[in-house]
T-cell receptor, first 112, second 110 residues
Framework: NAGVTQTPKFQVLKTGQSMTLQCAQD?????MYWYRQDPGMGLRLIYY???????DKGEVPNGYNVSRLNKREFSLRLESAAPSQTSVYFC???????????FGQGTRLTVV | TQLLEQSPQFLSIQEGENLTVYCNSS?????LQWYRQEPGEGPVLLVT???GGEVKKLKRLTFQFGDARKDSSLHITAAQPGDTGLYLC??????????WGAGTKLIIKP
């Protein structure tokens, strides 16, 4: 079982460049999430998707867009990267009845 | 805004010692989860507590949910280097969303 798969694992961008972080889950979960993790600040929710076809803003959505492509895939796009977006990004999924969140391995993004 | 405060933020102790970390809120949660995160990996669920006053044990780890379902603690007995990691608590609110604490970074020195 792959669980939640994120790509890429590492990325360096120049300020102003764009990129898309990919996430796929094979657990047939309805809900998917994008978080960023910064030292001392825990996990902060960027966007989430409660089901296929819906997306909602989280705590820190500015500078990001998302697409729930289908039930399996949820992508995060940075249109114009800024140094403040340097962080570790995690994708997660949760089932309809379960409370447990399953996480990918993370993407370490550096914007220079 | 619901907040979960974890303390301490950082703890470094010798192998064999006992420790307790805390997760506190002014809000009531329907359940509370504890995760452990190792470097370069995503968080992994350790336990979910649901009932006020509930105590769960996972080998040397003991988890307790407060009677009012606003706080929780994690106690580790005879800590080992393998317990090193970032411990995160997350409360499930009435909208089914998870509210995350900032984490306790635990280092166990051999």
């Amino acid at each position: 079982n792959a669980g939640v798969t994120q790509t890429p694992k590492f990325q360096v961008l120049k300020t102003g460049q764009s990129m898309t972080l990919q996430c796929a889950q094979d657990m047939n979960h309805n809900s998917m999430y994008w978080y960023r993790q910064d030292p001392g600040m825990g996990l902060r929710l960027i966007y989430y998707s409660a089901s296929e076809g819906t997306t909602d803003k989280g705590e820190v959505p500015n500078g990001y867009n998302v697409s729930r492509l289908n039930k399996r895939e949820f992508s995060l796009r940075l249109e114009s990267a800024a140094p403040s977006q340097t962080s570790v990004y995690f994708c997660a999924s949760r089932g309809a009845s379960g409370t447990e969140a399953f996480f990918g391995q993370g993407t370490r993004l550096t914007v220079v | 805004t619901q907040l979960l405060e974890q303390s301490p933020q950082f703890l470094s102790i010798q192998e064999g010692e006992n420790l307790t970390v805390y997760c506190n809120s002014s809000s009531v949660f329907s359940s509370l989860q504890w995760y452990r995160q190792e470097p370069g990996e995503g968080p992994v669920l350790l336990v979910t507590v649901v009932t006020g006053g509930e105590v769960k044990k996972l080998k040397r780890l003991t988890f307790q949910f407060g009677d009012a379902r606003k706080d929780s603690s994690l106690h580790i007995t005879a800590a080992q280097p393998g317990d090193t990691g970032l411990y995160l608590c997350a409360g499930r609110d009435s909208n089914y969303q998870l509210i995350w604490g900032a984490g306790t970074k635990l280092i166990i020195k051999p």
